[in-house]
């Protein structure tokens, strides 16, 4: 009786092994799915990122050389106005 207990016993162990390593692959292969979709998020922000800080350098650039031209303008409509209508 003892014998066929231990004859039994890994059969039934091994069964469950067999399930269980068939269960974490499947898992394995989720999880493998989910890190790949999110390293193709994580490209995918990265770009946009990029983009949007050269959108704001541009910006940036473009505003100095605004302010450059305002302050020129500035200048000359003060130094063409006559002084005593300002104020």
Do not use: H, Y
């Not at 039934?12 to 068939?22: L, V």
């Amino acid at each position: 009786m003892w014998n066929m207990m231990c004859d039994v016993m890994p059969t039934i162990s091994e069964d469950n092994i067999s399930q269980r390593s068939s269960q974490f692959s499947g898992e394995d292969a989720n999880f493998e799915q989910l890190m790949v979709s999110m390293l193709d998020e994580r490209d995918k922000l990265m770009d946009s990122l990029r983009e949007a800080q050269e959108r704001l350098n541009e910006s940036e650039v473009k505003l100095t050389e605004t302010e450059k031209e305002r302050d020129s303008l500035q200048r000359q409509i003060n130094a063409n106005l006559p002084q005593g209508r300002m104020g």
